[in-house]
């Protein structure tokens, strides 16, 4: 089973996108800042990470900068989730790495499809 | 509504989009009829059906057939049909049309666009490496507000980053107030018209590859009989047709045959295809 870290200071978020993504078949992890979710990658590097964008201590910018430096960095697929939705902000995560990157509200149709397309799930008729 | 009233409404169908609708559904007719009979202002629906016996405004026809079908549709819908046009077909008619350096596409039932909007992305993506080369699109749809809908190319943020990667986002999309902009860019080529597969329409030429998705599943045999003869008419002897997932009929034309590996793909049983030119590495999706 591929494994997921959601990195949300919102505990409600986290909530539902582990709903979500388990769900769909993944087990999953949780942390509330990028810090966090560093060190949590320090111990496991997760197939697929689910990152806020604005969190305090480390945003979810700079952690998938950071990610993207550490050792066994770039194996995961990384999806922004965020209601940053200007291009300024989703150019700036497409160069520190992000592989997709949806903006806030979303829902599960959403992050299957994006799953989908990022060949984390098969395209099955449900 | 009465059985006699009901096949006022199915004739009507039946003539202009050749859906052919089931009695069982006549409940379903009544809801999506009842904004058409406030709009043009009838006391009821068997007003209104009384009107459409009569002399019927070109107009409320229109309005009726529109409310009686299906416009859904959304961005890379049949996700396999983009991959089969970028991977297979656009690369086969880069050997085949050399000198011309264009390839002419139809979305063929348009609805509100996101289809011909697809087309004609993956075509160019396709073509990247290809310099000099054109894409012509036309699409056509039996709606004028699903048209004025396709051509206007605004949808908003939840239906633009559905479907679409992030990068084709960013690179085919200006971000507006409104939502997500079609650039201009991606416009250039691509025409809108108001066409009906049923009817002698102008003739548009021939094209390349014509993508006419889950349009004519719900077509009577005849209707679609009629259908896809005029879409062989105006597809090039090595052209391609691309149904969607919900074509499941049979075609009793024997005008068209399944492209080898591609099951929603349709090539012309008497057609001029280098078969030795297609792609064969890879598998669709």
């Not at chain 2, 009465?2 to 202009?16: H, S």
């Not at chain 2, 289809?115 to 075509?123: D, K, Q, S």
């Not at chain 2, 105006?234 to 075609?251: A, R």
Request: net charge negative.
């Amino acid at each position: 089973m591929p494994s997921c870290l959601i990195i949300d200071d919102s505990r409600l978020v986290r909530q539902v996108s582990r709903r979500i993504v388990e769900d769909l078949g993944f087990t999953c992890g949780e942390a509330e800042d990028g810090k966090h979710a560093y060190e949590v990658c320090e111990e496991f590097m997760p197939d697929l990470i689910i990152v806020d964008w604005n969190m305090p201590v480390m945003s979810g910018l700079e952690f998938v900068e950071k990610l993207r430096a550490m050792e066994g960095g770039d194996h995961p697929k990384v999806i922004f989730c965020t209601t940053e939705d200007n291009l300024g902000h989703i150019e700036r995560a497409l160069r520190a790495g992000a592989t997709e990157y949806i903006m806030k509200p979303f829902n599960r149709d959403m992050i299957q499809s994006k799953l989908i397309q990022i060949g984390m799930m098969r395209n099955e008729v449900a | 509504m009465r059985l006699g009233d009901f096949e006022v409404y199915r004739d009507i169908l039946l003539q202009e989009s050749g859906v052919d609708i089931n009695p069982e559904k006549t409940y379903l007719l009544e809801s999506r009829l009842t904004p058409i009979v406030t709009k043009w202002g009838y006391p009821t629906i068997e007003s209104m059906t009384l009107a459409l016996r009569a002399v019927p405004d070109p107009e409320l026809i229109h309005d009726v057939v529109q409310a009686m079908t299906s416009n859904e549709t959304w961005f890379f819908r049949e996700p396999q049909n983009y991959v089969t046009l970028g991977k297979y077909v656009i690369p086969y008619l880069v050997k085949q049309r050399k000198r011309k350096k264009s390839v002419r596409l139809w979305s063929a039932g348009c609805s509100t666009g996101q289809e011909a909007w697809c087309m004609a992305l993956t075509a160019r993506e396709a073509l990247l490496e290809h310099k000099h080369w054109k894409v012509e699109l036309l699409a056509t749809d039996i709606s004028n507000e699903s048209l004025e809908y396709a051509e206007r190319g605004i949808y908003n943020q939840h239906e633009a980053q559905n479907e679409t990667s992030i990068r084709q986002l960013i690179k085919y999309f200006e971000q507006s107030r409104m939502g997500w902009n079609v650039k201009d860019e991606l416009k250039t080529g691509v025409s809108f018209e108001n066409s009906n597969l049923l009817h002698e329409t102008e003739d548009f030429g021939r094209f390349d590859a014509i993508f006419c998705c889950n349009v004519i599943n719900e077509f009577s045999p005849e209707a679609r009989a009629k259908a896809l003869d005029n879409l062989a008419y105006h597809l090039e002897d090595d052209g391609f047709l691309f149904l969607g997932s919900e074509d499941k009929w049979v075609d009793d034309t024997g005008l068209f045959t399944t492209l080898p590996g591609h099951p929603h793909v349709l090539i012309l049983s008497d057609g001029d295809y280098k078969m030795t030119d297609f792609p064969v590495t890879g598998s669709p999706e």
